[in-house]
């Protein structure tokens, strides 16, 4: 019996499998390197993009696969850090690599904010109180005329490449490498998160809020500071998404498919896996670029068809995501059993 | 301002009132039954409205005369949906259920704009038109009958539930469904069922509004926002709450943009429903 | 010294007085059993208890300290640890993860966390079971899950809803010893059952409801003879 013991408390506490650390070793290298084999523009783009909504995928991993909480919403953070960067640049001419992190403030903020009344609800209740919270910031941004109001704002383009106005439009290689860097530290940080107390306790209150409170885990505190943790990370997304395009308004950064692109990534990665929002990511955005390319022009909408198809048949067959084909043993220590 | 066109608005907020009540009803009717939330309700609701169109344009029957049609279609895309989706997720969690219906509008919604595209439509001069003068009160002909129509929908579909057989069994399965199929219910058909009812009513809903609404692939958004508002205030599953969280919505849209702003509608119905899910959270006059 | 003393508490739902005027103490270091057939209010009574529902009025004292009203999570953090009757795992985690997550309330470092929580794994026999995911236990391997992780917590009180109801009768031994086993280490504990001889073997003091009400309260041999306990509960008990 004791020797028992002595062997489980030997056992490290995570045992991911080697082949896993080499194969992220090696694509994190890979990653940096492609640049250099001479991608073209379109590739370039490819990748920021499949960085991009990985990230946003993560930030709603967070609040929906870790604390269990299904946001419909989370468009609104997205906007909101597309617009803090443009318009204290466009106005004040303020560098958005200061803004960036004023709009994760103000994200974080208004995650408190909305948080606080919502997270009260469970459930449904909070899911179409989401959706709501979504689509009643596109309506205050359409009229607001500070902002643009529907037409939105238009970033004066610096005359050459610059760092600090975050502006670069001879190649997009260093908006990749931007992208990326955002990519591999945010997924560091969830990753982090996952195996850290907060994790844990986050997962108890996905899996039965009830229980979490007779082991002393203020059930609606820990959903807030989920929710805040994943607002914070969806509005440098937004910033960085303005740099890049250079032209914002509420139509595109408070549309209601950035919702619904990030829930779909997720669940088709993976829902509650760290991994699952990559993988997702790396399959769906492919695709929609794709379609847009060789179906585009048709109303644009064949890579929604695909996509709630996906989403359909992902529910039905596999509701675990595309992460459930990879063997447990090989991510975590399932042995021993 | 004049209480003539208060009282105007609060009319228009009563007829538009009824169409939302039946609509929430339909919802509420499938939530009742299973459990599920059907985020397609409004892409449900916009295909009845083509069916409407559709039916006038092609064969150029009346949206009036077409409603039966429409009903009985939509009822079978209840059936189709239920077969085809939501008896694969019935034991899944919520997350997963959320997830199905969500997808099921985006695929509808976006099937929809390729086939039809995002085009404004409407059906040109049906035999419902012009509008009756009652004091000062206008009242659109159309809107008139939409929301009597409704009205008595939404009564039938009351007594139907609750006096007939089929009604009391389909309360039976929102029960318990396992004590239910003790009793020799079959649950996988009264949920069917409950499909082909709970779309029935966004049929009627839809094929009287397409006589005066502009038919378009995302009409169907707000009206399932305020429906899903409305199931909310009614209670989850309470059908008669829903006429009355349906009149309170359609007041406060008509009255709030008249009284403030109309481009915020939305924001005002927001507002009302946060402060009942938060302080009542078993809803206005629900059963839960 | 006293642990707990309830005073007077009542709650109705509806016209239904599930407590009605509930008044017992509890003394540091002994086994309270609380008894009586089902709809008696005794699931009720911890709720109350443990925050999970409001009383409409009445008193809660822990160690002369009054709780009434604190939320369920304060009031587990003051140490009061508690099971569920109908039972709440962590599903999809394995049950090294489920009783991480109460070791962590007193242990920060997640290593050390990580070890207690296999010590109580051990303590209530389970240890090979470790990374199996809750959802694949047996009921009785369930139960005692939630005994560990209520454990983890380090309470001083532990309130245990049924820990032998739908086991299998090879399993309620092992789960007796292990709630003798708390006892010696000091937990105070109070446990509903609905085996009557359990209830006789291992408490120091039952408490009897029936409708709500509480009918008697002493040692288990007066519980035993009490014929208010014998009509309302151990009859019908016997005659099932």
């Given at each position: 019996m004791e020797n028992k013991l002595l062997i489980a408390k030997s056992e490290t506490l995570w045992n991911t499998d080697n082949r896993v650390i080499y194969l992220i070793s090696g694509l994190i290298i890979l990653l940096f390197a492609l640049p250099f084999f001479g991608l073209n523009s379109f590739y370039l783009h490819l990748f920021i993009m499949i960085f991009m909504h990985a990230v946003m995928a993560q930030s709603w991993n967070v609040i929906a696969?870790?604390?269990?909480q299904i946001s419909l919403g989370h468009g609104a953070f997205f906007g909101i850090g597309a617009y803090a960067t443009s318009f204290f640049y466009i106005?004040?001419?303020?560098?958005p690599w200061i803004s960036m992190p004023f709009g994760i403030l103000v994200s974080g903020f208004f995650a408190v904010l909305i948080g606080i009344?919502?997270?009260r609800l469970s459930g449904h209740y909070f899911a179409i109180a989401t959706l709501l919270i979504g689509i009643s910031f596109q309506v205050v941004f359409q009229r607001?005329?500070?902002?643009?109001?529907?037409?939105g704002l238009w970033v004066p383009m610096t005359a050459e490449d610059s760092w600090s106005a975050l502006q670069?439009?001879?190649?997009k290689v260093s908006y990749y490498y931007i992208f990326l860097v955002f990519f591999i530290v945010t997924f560091f940080i969830v990753w982090l998160l996952s195996r850290s107390k907060l994790g844990y306790r986050l997962r108890a209150v996905r899996d039965d809020p009830q229980a979490a409170l007779s082991l002393c885990i203020n059930v609606s505190n820990y959903k807030i500071i989920a929710y805040v943790i994943s607002a914070m990370i969806m509005a440098p997304m937004g910033s960085l998404f303005a740099q890049y395009i250079l032209i914002i308004d509420p139509d595109r950064v408070f549309n209601i498919e950035i919702s619904i692109i990030v829930l779909l990534i997720t669940v088709l990665g993976?829902?509650?896996?760290?991994?699952g929002p990559i993988i997702g990511a790396s399959i769906l955005i492919p695709i929609s670029e794709y379609s847009r390319i060789?179906?585009?022009?048709?109303?644009?909408?064949v890579d929604l068809i695909i996509y709630g198809l996906i989403l359909m048949i992902i529910c039905i067959?596999?509701?675990?995501?595309?992460?459930?084909?990879?063997?447990?043993d090989i991510l975590e220590r399932k042995k021993q059993r | 301002m004049t209480s003539e066109i208060i009282l105007q608005a609060i009319v228009t907020g009563l007829m538009m009132g009824l169409i939302y009540a039946l609509i929430a009803a339909g919802l509420s009717l499938i939530f009742g039954l299973?459990?599920?939330?059907?985020?397609?309700h409004g892409e449900h609701l916009m295909l009845s409205m083509f069916s409407s169109f559709w039916l006038w344009s092609l064969?150029?029957?009346?949206p009036i005369f077409s409603i039966p049609i429409t009903i009985l279609l939509m009822a079978f895309c209840g059936v189709i949906t239920h077969y085809f989706l939501i008896r694969y997720i019935l034991k899944a969690k919520m997350l997963i259920q959320i997830c199905a219906t969500f997808g099921l509008s985006i695929f509808i919604r976006s099937i929809a704009q390729l086939l039809w595209t995002p085009d404004f439509r409407n059906v040109d001069k049906?035999?419902?038109?012009g509008r009756l003068e009652i004091g000062s009160v206008f009242i659109g002909q159309p809107q008139l009958i939409a929301s009597l129509v409704c009205l008595v929908a939404f009564i039938g579909l009351y007594l139907f539930v609750t006096k007939t057989e089929t009604g009391l069994a389909l309360q039976a399965t929102a029960q318990d469904r396992h004590a239910a199929e003790i009793l020799g219910i079959p649950s996988n058909k009264m949920f069917a069922i409950g499909w082909a009812i709970g779309l029935g009513c966004v049929g009627v809903a839809g094929g009287m509004m397409a006589n005066y609404f502009f038919i378009f692939t995302d009409v169907g958004i707000n009206f399932a926002l305020f429906a899903f508002v409305a199931v909310a205030l009614g209670g989850f599953g309470s059908i008669i709450g829903c006429l009355y969280a349906g009149i309170i919505i359609g007041l406060v849209e008509s009255l709030g943009g008249l009284l403030?702003?109309?481009?915020?509608k939305l924001l005002y119905v927001f507002v009302i429903y946060l402060l009942v899910v938060i302080y009542r959270p078993q809803g206005l006059f629900g059963r839960y | 010294m006293k642990i707990l003393s309830v005073k007077n508490l009542s709650r109705s739902f509806g016209g239904i007085?599930?407590?009605?005027n509930i008044s017992f103490e509890v003394e540091e270091g002994t086994i309270l059993g609380v008894i009586g057939p089902n709809g008696a209010g005794k699931s009720t009574l911890f709720d109350l208890i443990t925050g999970y529902t409001k009383a409409d009025n009445g008193k809660v004292e822990y160690f002369n300290k009054n709780i009434f009203g604190l939320s369920p999570d304060k009031i587990s953090n003051l140490g009061v640890g508690r099971t569920f009757q109908k039972l709440k795992p962590f599903?999809?985690?394995t049950l090294l993860e489920n009783v991480m997550i109460g070791s962590f309330v007193k242990e920060k470092n997640i290593k050390k966390a990580r070890d207690k929580a296999l010590e109580i794994i051990d303590f209530v026999d389970l240890i090979e079971k470790r990374?199996?995911?809750?959802?694949?236990?047996s009921t009785g391997q369930r139960k005692r899950l939630e005994m560990a992780r209520a454990m983890a917590i380090e309470p001083k009180l532990l309130l245990m809803d049924e820990?032998?109801?739908?086991?299998?009768?090879?399993?309620i031994p092992g789960l007796v010893e292990l709630i003798k086993k708390l006892k010696d280490s000091g937990v105070t504990i109070i446990t509903i059952e609905h085996n009557i001889n359990i209830i006789m073997e291992i408490s120091d003091n039952v408490l009897a409801l029936d409708q709500g009400k509480s009918i008697a309260y002493g040692s288990p041999k007066e519980i035993q003879q009490n014929k208010q306990v014998i009509n309302s509960y151990l009859g019908t008990f016997d005659a099932a």
């Open positions: 696969g870790f604390s269990g106005e004040y001419g303020i560098s009344p919502m997270l607001w005329d500070l902002v643009g109001a529907a037409s670069f439009h001879s190649s993976g829902i509650g896996n760290v991994w060789y179906l585009g022009g048709t109303g644009g909408a067959f596999r509701p675990d995501g595309l992460i459930s084909f990879v063997p447990k | 299973m459990d599920i939330v059907n985020f397609a064969f150029g029957l009346d049906p035999l419902l038109e403030i702003d109309p481009s915020f | 007085k599930a407590n009605d599903a999809d985690q990374h199996h995911f809750a959802k694949e236990l820990v032998t109801g739908g086991v299998d009768q090879k399993t």
